[in-house]
Structure formats: C-alpha cells, structure tokens
C-alpha cells in the first residue's frame, strides 16, 4: 500500500516513509492510497472475536503489504494488550473506556501502536530517531510511555507551562531514559508550531532524524480505527450504532471515519467539543476558521486549529453536503460540561471526566432526534486524570489508580524554554 500527502505535491510514500516522517514534504497528511474493505465474513462474526483478534484483522487489511505477519501480530498484541469495556450507563448510551492503558488515556492506543510500528521501521537504522510531540497533556504522557525504553529512539516533548495538570505533567517529566520534557512558555498552538517549524528546517533534518509522534503520524490515527469495530460488536445486536467523539485535534474521529468506510456500519457520528468550536461552525456555516484556543475544564479537547481537519476534508473530497451527512456537532461551555458530569453522576453513579461528559452529552443530544438508536460515547480518559477538577465538581474524592501514583512520586525533569523557534533549534542541536 502506498501513501499519498493530503496536499498532493510529492510523490506516493511507501509505508515506513510515512510513518519515519510523520508530515510529508509539502506539509501535508498522509492517507492511505486506497481504503480496504472488510469481507462479510468477518462482519458476520465479529461478536465472538477478541479485541486483539479484530485488531489484527483491520490492521492486516491496511498493513499486510508491507509489515510481515509474524510482526505485526507483534506490533498489534504487544500494542492492545489492556482492557477496553463497553459500560452500560442508560438504555440507549454506552461508555467505551478507553482509560485503561499505562496511562489511563486512549491515546495509549495509538502511542503504543507507533512505538512498535517505528520500532519494526528503524531497528535496521544507525542514526537514532527523535521523536517530537507537542502536548496539551494526555498526548505526551502516552508518547513518552509508549516510547519508553524503547532503543534507537529518543523522545521530545513540548508543553505550554502551568496549562496541564500536575497528574500530566508528571508522566511525562518524571521518566528519565530516552524521554526529555521541555516546559514551554507559551500555549499548547505555541507547541505545536515549534514542531511544525522543526520538520521543515532544513539544517535540523539534515542533521537528525526528525519524526512526529502528534496525531498527524498516520501509525497513530489508524490504529484508533480498531476500537471502533470492537464497540460496535460489543454493542447489543441489530442496533443502529451512533458513535459520540470528544474531540481536539480530531484524530480520534477521523480514526472512527476510516472504520465507517472500511465497512462498519455506523448509523452516524457525533463531534463533541468544548468552547473551541471551529469544527461544529464548519458544520454548520461550510467555513473553516482555526483560530487560537482558549483554555476549558476538558483541556486535551482545547485545539483552535485542529490538525486531521485535512484529512477528514480528504476522505470527503471537501464535500460538505457529505460531511453532514455523516458528523453533527455539538459545543459544551464549561459550565454545561460541570452540569452534565453531575446529572449524570447522580442518576447513574457513573463518573465522567470532563473529555468524556462533552461526548455523553453530545450523544444524548443526538439521541434525541433519532430514537431508532443507540449509541456509545469514547471516554478518552480516567477521571482522577483530571482529580482536582471532577473532585470538585462531584464534591468526591476519587481515589487515584495505582497506576498514577506511581508517576506522581517520581521527580520532575524539565527544561524551561521561550517559545522562539531558535530556542527550541539550538536545544535539537546541542
Ligand atoms: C487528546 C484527547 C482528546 C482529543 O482527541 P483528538 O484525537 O485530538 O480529537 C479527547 N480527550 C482526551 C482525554 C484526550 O487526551
């Protein structure tokens, strides 16, 4: 299989070249050349596989041509080797946890999908791979862990200052080995442009090899495509499946959009956003207007400028009438997200995190224009992810997992920067 840039101005990449480089030379995405579909058969029983099972299927259809069998079943097993529950919250809305990884955030998924992807890619390599990943939070805690003392790969990670919660900010800082942290003075649109700019700086790419581990990386965003069709088998028969995607950079989603064309037979999706909104106004107006994020209580979500807006134009040639046809969307200021996470809370005892209550209430919402519908909703994160701000909101106190504590009792290694680019170049060269 090859791979084409969304922009469309250099020539077909082969599966490695794609994954190494993350962005292609003329600053587009990377799509799949064609979308492979699933046969009937494996729809017909899909019920009675595994997660990792119906894993590895999708994974052969896209990447069979290029990674041999013995690897990939590697990549994909060794990758999903946690739990992902379809939890029953009412009758029509089921909560799929993601939050069951390393890091308690589904974007272990995709991280630990890539590590090994990469890993297979350059362990033949002399020149040790960097890795750069901009964060808003959950991003660089799941990079940083899938990476982890994983050879020939060095990972940096870029975060606004005092914009991610402490619990973050300590898995990616307290790592040590092959993980640098650098705490940036700026935002989380300031992080990302820091990346950007470093993958097209000639000197800094003549001189190391640069690769991008942020949802851009197609080895990230594909493999969230497995889950999908796990939710859906989990779901009760004969459904019609709507699915609710807390989103930000919108990988998550467009994940969700590959499934639906490889064959799954989702009724319809939902984009749940917080107060950053240029997504459900290109719904609802067909303009796109990114623009600088402003901070909410679901920060991972806080995106001004969302980076798989591309892709998901790709997939739908631009057609809006299209898009609509498939995504509607809806926006949660702060203040709804607090109501939601405690109605919920105290008719069902079951506890949202913030990320999590955009997606339930979004779904709710949609449910209300289609009762021939179920539906479940992507809950990316644990809410003691985001302890302070839910213990405030429930009046709880929710017990931290085991698996955080851990991170929370390591000591903190970051290196304060500006956010110049020159900063941030001479610190990749050094
Ligand atoms: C990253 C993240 C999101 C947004 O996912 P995208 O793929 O960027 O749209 C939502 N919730 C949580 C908890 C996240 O970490």
Sequence with gaps: MKYYSTNKQVPL?????????????????????????????????????TFQEISLEVATALFGEDVDAKSLREIVYGALDFEIPLVKVTDSIYSLELFHGPTLAFKDVGARFLARMMQHFTQDEQREANVLVATSGDTGSAVANGFLGVDGITVTVLYPKGLVSKIQESQFTTLGKNIRAIEVEGTFDDCQRLVKQAFLDKELNQKLTLTSANSINLARFIPQAFYYFWGYA?????SNVVISVPSGNFGNLMAGLLAKRMGLPVKHFVAANNANDVFLEYLQTAKFNPRASVATIANAMDVGN????VRIMDLYGSEHAKVVADISGYRYSNAQ????MQRVYS???????PHGACAYEGLQEYL???????GFFIETAHPAKF???VDKILNADIEIPAKLQAFMRGQKQSTAMSSKFEDFKAYLLR
């Excluded at 989990?234 to 004969?238: I, L, N, R, V």
């Excluded at 209300?368 to 179920?374: G, L, R, V």
């Design 387 to 389: 302890k302070e701000t």
């Design 234 to 238: 989990q779901m009760p028969q004969g």
């Design 13 to 49: 990449s082969s599966l490695k070249d794609a994954v190494l480089k993350g962005l292609a030379d003329d600053n587009g995405l990377y799509m799949p050349e064609k979308i492979p579909q699933l046969s009937k058969e494996f729809f017909a029983t899909i019920r009675t596989k």
């Design 306 to 309: 969302p980076s798989n807006f």
């Design 368 to 374: 209300k224009t289609d009762k021939s519908a179920k």
């Design 347 to 353: 008719e069902t005892k079951y506890m949202l995190d």
């Design 337 to 340: 997200i607090t109501e939601t």
